[in-house]
């Protein structure tokens, strides 16, 4: 199992930005996909989580943080074994590094790509 993530950087209070998190070793089309981050000082939390359905078909759920509700929107692209995060209205408290996690009999991460939000 391998997960890359990719589309971190600096970016203004109130900006966008794009991850992107490409999958192989398994049959991605079969997992639940979700997105994670840490910040310095603090533990890992679930930003949002997106079922193994592909995006804008039916059965496909997503979940997300009450801290980001209405703000990110998690989605996949199945033919592209692909997961994103879109974040939108960024804040500095949003500053971490974001790692993409799949879960099978125990849980797989990527290398982390770090998002900093300047005020």
């Known amino acids: 199992v391998q997960l890359v993530e990719s589309g971190g950087g600096l970016v203004q209070s109130g900006g966008s930005l794009r991850l992107s998190c490409a999958a192989s070793?398994?049959?991605?089309?079969?997992?639940?996909m979700s997105w994670y981050r840490q910040a310095p000082g603090k533990e890992r939390e679930l930003v949002a989580r997106i079922s193994s359905a592909g995006s804008g078909s039916a059965g496909s759920t997503t979940n997300y943080a009450d801290s980001v509700k209405g703000r990110f929107t998690i989605s996949r692209d199945n033919a592209k074994n692909t997961v994103y995060l879109q974040m939108s209205s960024l804040k500095p408290e949003d500053t971490a590094v974001y790692l993409c996690?799949?879960?099978?009999?125990?849980?797989?991460w990527g290398q982390g790509t770090q998002v900093t939000v300047s005020s």
């Open positions: 996690n799949v879960r099978r009999l125990h849980d797989y």
């Open positions: 070793g398994f049959t991605f089309s079969s997992y639940g």
